[in-house]
């Protein structure tokens, strides 16, 4: 396929395996009751095992806002763990710039191969998806984030638009 606009991604795809194979495009978070064991070779254990030290690297990782419920849970982070996402960092600041140019590197990808899973070089891989599932990660909000999770990405990007760092904003991502 061809490039997505600003920000440039890699898909591969293994004809045998039928496997898709793609840097940052998509990727799949698993819901964790503690983060995975590489992490104890940077932080103690005590901090690994706690069980509010996934949810938070999660969210920082695609740098949504640490939002806690008054249950203890993280709803951004249950909203995008467990299935194909976007991160919402490249919704937020590539997609939104180049909406026309994603969507048709994303209908080409999907159109083109007809994978069963797919590689990827963050969080877990490989993980079973269709193309369906892979053109369903992308679009406005697919995973129903509340507005105060976008937070720290409106921030942000009022940020480049106020001070004129990046490319014009085309479309909404929430």
């Known amino acids: 396929p061809g490039n997505a606009g600003p920000v440039a991604e890699a898909a591969f795809f293994h ?6 194979f793609v840097t940052d495009a998509v990727s799949w978070i698993p819901k964790r009751r503690t983060a995975p064991d590489i992490f104890r070779t940077s932080f103690p254990d005590s901090l690994v095992d706690d069980a509010d030290f996934w949810p938070k690297s999660v969210l920082q990782a695609v ?4 939002r806690q419920d008054a249950d203890g849970s993280w709803p951004g982070y249950e909203r995008i763990t467990d299935r194909v996402v976007r991160a919402p960092i490249l919704a937020a600041f590539a997609d939104i710039r180049a ?6 590197w994303v209908d080409d990808v999907a159109k083109s191969w007809d994978f069963d899973r797919i590689v990827t070089a963050h969080f877990a891989s490989p993980f079973a998806a269709t193309p369906r ?3 369903a990660a992308f679009g406005r909000n697919p995973n129903g984030l509340d507005a105060r999770d976008w937070r720290q990405l409106d921030d942000l990007n009022r940020v480049i638009v106020d001070n004129d760092l990046g490319a014009v904003i085309k479309s909404d991502y929430h």
């Not at 909406?99 to 048709?104: I, S, V």
């Open 15 to 20: 004809k045998k395996t039928k496997t898709l």
């Open 63 to 66: 740098f949504l806002s640490l």
């Open 99 to 104: 909406p026309d140019e994603t969507r048709a």
């Open 133 to 135: 599932e892979f053109k």
